[in-house]
């Protein structure tokens, strides 16, 4: 089997599973208890507070762990708007193409009133600094822009916009779930205010991550009950979800350099290869994206054939976000480019990882562009494209 899906989820890595082992079997006393046990259960969770602060450059009581990406979106975003609220200020900035925890969550503050700009994110997916500046006003409250997208892999400028918004006293909030032990992260230097992070995308386990939350910014709770995480997000903390995350998280970061250069060659190579097929498409840059993603749409095909297909021949991708995998509509995200719904529909997402080699790149290269074909012979109006019934869309 070839995995290319690790923006879906990646393998846990053995250290996280060792660590969550021993967790469970040493150290399952309840970290709010007083007694030895559930004091030896405190110590661990801070020691996994650090080493996760550490790895972002924040200091521990900035950390509040949550159930994952999606949690960490929510309560940033929901406590920077009615924060903004309580001051008169109801205008939300963020992009086109963020993930659905985000604009779901702004949707549902629209039904109270607020504004939410959504940023156009042009053809090749991003949006700059100076678009961020353009559009804040005297009352913006928040800003949130992911600092690479999920489907197409464009790394935004986090901090340039990050800069904008402290010197314009706006709150800068970034969905980092995909970035998160792939690049580089500095919160301080950033100048990030909230930053969510799930540890499943970095070979952590599943059900946890982490939002950050510069001190001084104040969180509002969307789990009521003890007194946790500071007051901050009630319920008995995960002690072994926690330790494996904070070891997958210190473990990336410190082959973070050298994973990152080896799968940008096989990235890279499956680019130059998968553009060869006639009328494709690479979705964003060819640089300036995520190490291991590779986005491609191609013309007169159905994205879910060709993933069932290739799942045939043992290679497990994506059409996009597993998030809206069973959603019949185009992702918004290619529609945010400029793809068309007919063109958007025909896509394929790998997204390459640590244990991927050069082998499985010459296996996709043989085996993908053979089964573009294959379904483009297979419709009709692929033939009547062909016959000059029909425009080609992507040259």
Not at 132 to 149: P, S
Not at 266 to 292: E, F
Request: one cysteine or more.
């Amino acid at each position: 089997m070839i995995y290319v899906d690790n923006a879906a989820t990646t393998k846990m890595s053995p250290a996280a599973i060792s660590a969550m082992l021993n967790c469970m079997e040493e150290t399952w006393g309840n970290p709010s208890s007083l007694y030895a046990a559930g004091q030896r259960a405190a110590e661990v969770l801070q020691d996994a507070r650090e080493r996760i602060a550490v790895s972002i450059g924040a200091a521990p009581k900035e950390i509040t762990f949550t159930s994952g990406g999606s949690e960490s979106d929510n309560q940033a975003i929901y406590s920077a708007a009615l924060s903004g609220a309580r001051k008169g200020k109801r205008h939300i900035i963020s992009t086109a193409f963020e993930h659905h925890a985000v604009l779901h969550t702004l949707q549902k503050l629209e039904e109270y009133g607020f504004e939410v700009e959504l940023l156009p994110v042009g053809e090749f997916g991003t949006v700059t600094a100076r678009q961020v500046a353009e559009a804040i006003r005297e009352d913006t409250i928040l800003v949130t822009a992911m600092y690479a997208n999920n489907e197409i892999g464009s790394i935004l400028p986090v901090a340039q916009i990050g800069t904008v918004c402290r010197e314009r006293g706006v709150i800068f909030h970034t969905d980092a779930v995909q970035a998160a032990g792939h690049i580089p992260i500095d919160v301080k230097k950033q100048k990030i205010d909230m930053l969510s992070l799930s540890a499943h995308k970095f070979h952590g386990p599943k059900g946890v991550g982490v939002l950050y939350t510069r001190q001084g910014i104040p969180l509002t709770s969307l789990i009521e009950g003890g007194a946790q995480e500071m007051g901050r997000r009630a319920g008995t903390e995960n002690i072994p979800a926690i330790v494996g995350m904070a070891v997958a998280l210190e473990e990336s970061c410190a082959h973070m350099a050298e994973n990152a250069a080896r799968i940008s060659v096989l990235r890279d190579n499956l680019i130059k290869g998968l553009s060869q097929i006639p009328h494709a498409a690479l979705n964003g840059l060819p640089t300036n994206r995520l190490p291991g993603n590779v986005s491609f749409c191609f013309e007169g095909i159905e994205g879910e054939s060709l993933l069932l297909l290739l799942d045939e021949q043992g290679i497990c991708a994506s059409s996009g976000s597993a998030c809206t995998s069973g959603s019949l509509s185009p992702s918004h995200v290619l529609l945010a480019i400029g793809r068309s719904h007919e063109v958007a529909h025909g896509s394929l997402r790998l997204s390459l990882g640590e244990e991927n080699t050069e082998d499985d790149v010459e296996r996709i290269l043989k085996v993908v562009p053979e089964t573009v074909a294959y379904l483009r012979n297979m419709s009709p109006l692929w033939r009547d494209t062909l016959g000059g019934k029909k425009a080609f869309v992507l040259s």
